[in-house]
């Protein structure tokens, strides 16, 4: 069974940008969840979501979005894109997500996001 | 890999020896445990999980062991192996919001 694929797995933009990231999560997976890691804040849970709609937010700005498809993948978008938002973006997924019986949550290698 | 340049705790073994890692979680209404492993340049891999009415779970090699009356969670690897070097994150979950919060991460290295 295919694991976690993020993409792209480097990305380089500008102050301003914005930019859009993509998760395919395990197939039968319907909850992904995103992530932030950084030398300075650790991993900070972003969202979840599970059968297209978000599920749990965490304390980011509303320049950070996400969404799911009826297939489970999911995208994550970021606008305006500040030099803090350089990180290792991460996602994960899970059978039914962190309040399901199946708590086991697998991570894709990330996609490090550079902003210059 | 992303935590270069974040000083975590480090914690130096040797092979063979047993490993304890320890972490102290901030909210006592936390109800759910995990402990993750991360290598360099991969993302976080689940080892084992706990559930707060319980106060031990073993798996394979590693034994996840929860102290609530202090808040305190410790990972224990058993005859720790140069392929356990990585990273490790503690994380709790805290109804009714179920948003996975990480501890900071502690390095482990394993040495001949």
């Known amino acids: 069974k295919a694991g976690v694929t993020q993409t792209p797995r480097y990305l380089i933009k500008t102050r301003g940008q914005q930019v859009t990231l993509s998760c395919s999560p395990i197939?039968?997976?319907?909850?992904v969840s995103w992530y932030q890691q950084t030398p300075g804040q650790g991993l900070q849970f972003l969202f979840e979501y599970f059968s297209e709609t978000q599920r749990n937010k965490g304390n980011f700005p509303g320049r950070f979005s996400g969404r799911q498809f009826s297939n489970s993948r999911s995208e994550m978008n970021v606008s305006t894109l500040e030099l803090g938002d350089s990180a290792l973006y991460l996602c994960?997924?899970?059978?039914?997500?962190?309040?399901?019986?199946?708590?086991?949550?697998?991570f894709g290698p990330g996609t490090r996001l550079t902003v210059l | 890999g992303e935590n270069v340049g974040l000083h975590l705790p480090t914690l130096s073994v040797q092979e063979g020896d047993n490993s304890i890692i320890n972490c102290a979680y901030s909210n006592s209404a936390s109800d759910y445990f995990i402990w993750y492993k991360q290598e360099s340049g991969k993302g976080p891999q689940f080892i084992i999980d706990?559930?707060?009415?319980?106060d031990k779970r073993q798996g394979q090699r590693v034994t996840v062991l929860l102290n609530k009356t202090v808040k305190h969670l410790s990972l224990q690897i058993a005859a720790t192996q140069p392929g356990d070097s990585a990273v490790y994150f503690c994380a709790e979950i805290t109804p009714p919001t179920d948003k996975l919060i990480f501890g900071t991460g502690t390095r482990l290295q394993v040495f001949p």
């Open positions: 197939s039968g997976h319907r909850s």
């Open positions: 994960a997924s899970s059978l039914a997500g962190l309040a399901g019986p199946s708590n086991e949550q697998f």
């Open positions: 706990i559930r707060s009415n319980m």
